[in-house]
């Protein structure tokens, strides 16, 4: 059974691409077949794995105008197990492709272009952009769960209560199982006051929906490093960029309670 995670937040700069790319890696690295579906026009999942814009003829936007299959437009990375289905700045045209065309069912169009793929993969990871609109709403609408990466910083809470209505809102209409998988702290910094104030209010509102690592029960936050932030610029995840960086083992330990069933 392949399993679609979808990474959203409706925030920008809180490590979304950065959870998706690796959490998608990691799982690769775990022998487990992963498609990564960059849903974001800015397209910074598929530059962040070394795609350049002329690499790329057809993306993920051809796929929902029906122009192409997904399977067409999915390439290999240097990850073995690990495929790409990647996006161009294109795909803010679909907003209003959704927007003019008043078919019913225009949040299931993701869900029905994956089925083509989904017995290929174990795990389908969506990268989201930084909005509540249409495409968000795709992702959610095909995903099984959903993370929701928290930057630990000011504002970190900001517009979750609107992400949670909007999760709430799709479980009583189109995707009544999607379940919330994990409430994910990012950047997160020990010699930072505002840092451990931000993880203090999230453990203390929302303990059960934090992820746990089940091999010694510590809490899986995410640092702030730099080797995560400089991975993408050499086009790699961070486990092929520095395996034993605090950033890679915080999304590796991410996988494999993933795995673990979490
Ligand atoms: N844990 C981290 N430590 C340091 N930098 C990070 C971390 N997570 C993300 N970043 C950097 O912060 C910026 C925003 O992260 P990104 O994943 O692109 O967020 P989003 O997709 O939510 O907009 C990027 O430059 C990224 O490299
Ligand atoms: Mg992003």
Redesign the pocket.
Known sequence: MCEIIAVA?Q?????????AVNLAASLALAEKNVLLIDFDPQS?ATTSLGFRKNDIEFDIYHVLMGTKKLSQIIKETEMPFMHLAPSNIGLVGIEKEFYSKKNAGRELILKKKVQEVVDSYDFIII?SP?ALGPLTINALSVANSVII?IQCEFFALEGLAQLLSTIKILRDSINPNLKIKGFLP??YSSQNNLSKQVFSDLSQHFDEKLFKDKTNNNYII?????K??ES?SFGKPVLLYDVKSN?SVAYQALAQTILQGA
């Open positions: 937040n925030k920008g700069g809180v490590g979304k691409t950065t959870t910074n990268d930084p990466p990012t950047m995410v640092p702030r490093s730099i995560l932030a993408p950033g």
